[in-house]
């Protein structure tokens, strides 16, 4: 069974930074894309960032570039999505998403279950 384990979320003011991460279990693959979507209240579900588990190619949404950066954490088997500079639009629940065989994120095989941030202002 593929599970998707977060960490992470809860209350930051804006300005400040939050630390996500996912570590993937029970995959029989090492090739793969993963990342981040997230979905305010009344919002669609959209991506976020991503990055390609074997090459370390990353892509990151327009709205958070330049403060959200995604790494890999190999001794860990994590990957950690850092959130600098945060605003009020960064309010979402933040899904970690994997799929398969492929370098980017459009189509996701598993999703975490998801981890709330809030942001205050």
């Known amino acids: 069974e593929v599970q998707l384990i977060e960490s992470g979320g809860g209350l930051v003011q804006a300005g400040g930074s939050m630390r996500l991460s996912c570590r993937p279990s029970?995959?029989?693959?090492?090739?793969?894309?993963i990342g981040w979507f997230r979905q305010a209240p009344g919002k669609g579900r959209t991506a976020v960032t991503c990055?390609?588990?074997?090459?370390?190619?990353?892509w990151y949404a327009d709205s958070v570039m330049g403060r959200f950066t995604i790494s890999r954490d190999r001794a860990e088997n994590t990957v950690i999505l850092q959130m600098n500079n945060v605003v009020s639009d960064d309010s979402a629940n933040y899904y970690c998403?994997?799929?398969?065989?492929?370098?980017?994120?459009?189509?996701?095989?598993?999703w975490g279950k998801g981890t709330l941030v809030t942001v205050s202002s």
């Open positions: 998403a994997l799929t398969k065989w492929q370098t980017g994120c459009d189509e996701p095989d598993y």
């Open positions: 029970g995959l029989t693959t090492n090739d793969y894309a």
């Open positions: 990055i390609s588990s074997i090459a370390g190619t990353t």
